[in-house]
């Protein structure tokens, strides 16, 4: 367990780390919802989304900062064994001047997504340009890094809510 693992349970570790695709719950100001797909990665208490920079996820958090995570792995050969969790946090869109004040971090995040979809980095390095511009790959051209600071979460086992102690705050 590496020590930033440290305040979330041996469950909620693995679905950080194993989930594949995670969908993102924001609302504008008036409450109007919306949940997408993506791909992420978690760094610490943390779990980074690249996104387009046109997309309504971004006009959302910029209205409402406060955004649903969650990580669902079904095993449709046993409905029995199926884990999610759903985390309650604080989104924060990184800029240029927060990715250089944050280099270390924001290489360190970049690493963790291309180790963890190397297929998507291949087409995206082979056949990128073929995509519409919102979904291309371009760092603050076509897509922004955002942040999710874990401010709470709900683990499920079964479909059923399991109340697990976050170990630190």
Do not use: C
Not at 84 to 99: N, P, T
Not at 106 to 120: D, E, G, S
């Amino acid at each position: 367990m590496r020590r930033e693992d440290a305040d979330f349970p041996t469950e909620v570790n693995w679905l950080l780390e194993e989930g594949y695709f995670g969908y993102l719950g924001t609302s504008d100001a008036q409450g109007n919802p919306q949940v997408t797909p993506v791909i992420f990665a978690r760094e610490g208490n943390s779990v980074f989304l690249t996104i387009s920079k046109v997309s309504k996820k971004v006009t959302n958090m910029r209205q409402n900062r406060r955004v649903a995570f969650l990580i669902d792995i079904r095993d449709p050969g046993d409905l029995a064994n199926n884990r999610a969790v759903l985390i309650e946090g604080i989104a924060k869109i990184y800029g240029i001047f927060d990715v250089l004040s944050n280099l270390r971090r924001a290489l360190r995040v970049r690493a963790l997504l291309l180790k963890k979809y190397p297929k998507y980095a291949a087409f995206y390095a082979t056949k990128g340009s073929l995509l519409p511009k919102p979904w291309r790959a371009t760092l603050f051209i076509s897509r922004l890094l955002v942040e999710v600071k874990i401010r709470r979460f709900s683990y499920m086992r079964e479909a059923k809510p399991v109340y697990l102690e976050r170990h630190a705050e």
